[in-house]
């Protein structure tokens, strides 16, 4: 109770017969039973009333003062001096390890008290190494250092090398049947440790699978839909963007002609194909005559002296008649061209003139050529036609073929098959045939590359039985 003053302390709900109370008599402190304090009370409230109210009315110092009023107005004061109490303690001054603290009491008096603390550690410093031996100083608070050596062991050996290796196997292996490989499969082993070659021993690899239990059967791949349409571009190289019609369009001399194949199956993206052709010229501007001399057959244009019409209006033949029946008219030139010693005149087509304007040696060179390309033709743009290339004018028929997929023929669960019309930039629709579908689908069969003149097909499980694969070949 000496910390706290009686005001601070819970308050008591009544006063009982062994209670012990402290108070000040005759400049005394003394102690006093609850039985003695009631009967004091007692004897006091008689003819009073009895008592109405005790209330603190108030401090001096550790003194408090308490107001007794009876029931007949009459009152009595109190005073009870408590103990000594601290009230506060603060760091007053600090000289080397001495801290001096002051401790404030409830009375206002204080008590200075110096405390002398232990020596500290401020920092902890490495200062010099030498060899595997290493220097640290050690700086107290009050101001001192102290200097202690710490000796590194020597340098281990080199670690071995560590190795991971991996195997795979088709089942979990076990002591009856423990095949592993490296081909992966629905087991792998992993190894980790020194040995720098893959060891034998399954036993030493730690096995995890990897590959899932099969799945449900899919529905099998089916052509449903084949839709064919077409457009009129001006190159024929860039595929054209717009509408596509249905009904192949009327195209213009030296335009493309597109046509766009969609194929859509059951299951994934349609496959998409183009192929283009080229509408040549009419071979407007061609030779068709020469003097009103038509093309033979052959494509030639017979010229006969009656033909030619010379400078004078008559013709080459009427000139070399006059000069046969020696009318004595002799030609002096035809054409510009003269006579020679023996009265002959040379007349070339270089010195003829068509109806056109033209000589007839250039009118003989503009002719158009003979064509004697076959198949399919496309105009060169320049008045010539030539054959037409696959692949670059025109798509080539779209080729099928079956394909027989024997139990024997599968190696390490691939299958490589001869196809004639199979090139390695064709596309390649394959489908089981409905009697091998089943089997098809079961053992997970597909086309996993191709190569000119071959299909190779790959398969989750062998089949038990041949195979009959329907194949759909598209070359551009």
């Known amino acids: 109770m000496a910390d706290k003053t009686i005001s601070e302390l819970i308050s008591a709900e009544r006063i009982k017969p062994t209670d012990l109370l402290v108070l000040e008599q005759d400049g005394a402190a003394k102690n006093a039973s609850g039985q003695i304090f009631a009967n004091w009370l007692t004897s006091f409230a008689d003819g009073h009333g009895g008592i109405q109210s005790w209330v603190k009315i108030n401090t001096v110092g550790l003194v408090d003062t308490y107001r007794f009023t009876l029931a007949d107005g009459s009152y009595m004061d109190i005073p009870v001096t408590n103990g000594r109490s601290i009230t506060g303690m603060t760091l007053q001054t600090t000289s080397g390890l001495t801290k001096t603290y002051r401790i404030t009491y409830n009375d206002g008096t204080f008590t200075d008290i110096p405390i002398n603390n232990g020596r500290g550690i401020e920092k902890n410093e490495l200062i010099r190494t030498t060899g595997l031996a290493k220097t640290y100083r050690i700086t107290y608070n009050d101001g001192t250092t102290q200097e202690y050596t710490v000796t590194d062991g020597a340098k281990g050996d080199k670690g071995d090398n560590t190795y991971t290796w991996i195997k795979y196997a088709a089942q979990e292996p076990t002591d009856a049947s423990h095949s592993i490989g490296d081909i992966p499969d629905a087991w792998r082993g992993e190894y980790n440790g020194t040995l720098s070659q893959p060891p034998a021993d399954w036993k030493m690899y730690k096995w995890y699978k990897i590959k899932g239990d099969k799945g449900d059967i899919g529905a099998p791949a089916v052509l449903l839909q084949r839709d064919t349409s077409y457009m ?84 080459v033949e009427a000139v070399i008649t006059d000069i046969a029946d020696g009318l004595g ?124 003149g071959t299909l190779t097909f790959r398969c989750e499980d062998v089949p038990s039985a041949a195979l009959t694969v329907n194949v759909q070949i598209i070359n551009r």
Request: aromatic letters at 4%; proline letters at 5%; one cysteine or more.
């Open 232 to 315: 009129v571009s001006d190159s024929g190289t860039i595929v054209p963007s717009g509408s596509w019609l249905s009904e192949i369009p009327n195209v213009p001399q030296g335009k493309y002609l597109w046509t766009r194949t969609v194929l859509t199956f059951n299951t994934g993206n349609p496959v998409t194909s183009y192929s283009v052709s080229r509408f040549g010229l009419d071979g407007t501007g061609a030779v068709n005559s020469v003097n009103g001399k038509d093309p033979d057959p052959t494509g030639n244009v017979r010229v006969n002296a009656d033909d030619i019409t010379t400078s004078g209006g008559q013709s």
């Open 329 to 452: 008219k002799k030609a002096s030139s035809v054409n510009g061209q003269l006579p020679d010693t023996d009265g002959a005149i040379t007349v070339k087509a270089e010195n003829i003139k068509a109806s056109s304007g033209k000589t007839v040696q250039t009118e003989l060179e503009e002719k158009q050529p003979n064509i004697i390309s076959t198949g399919l033709l496309k105009g060169t743009g320049n008045g010539g036609v030539s054959a037409a290339a696959h692949g670059v004018d025109y798509q080539l028929p779209i080729k099928t073929a079956t394909v027989t997929l024997s139990t024997s023929g599968w190696s390490v669960n691939a299958q490589t098959a001869s196809v004639a019309d199979v090139a390695a930039d064709s596309i390649v629709v394959v489908a089981p045939a409905p009697a091998s579908r089943k089997a098809y689908i079961e053992a997970d069969v597909y086309c996993s590359a191709q190569g000119n």
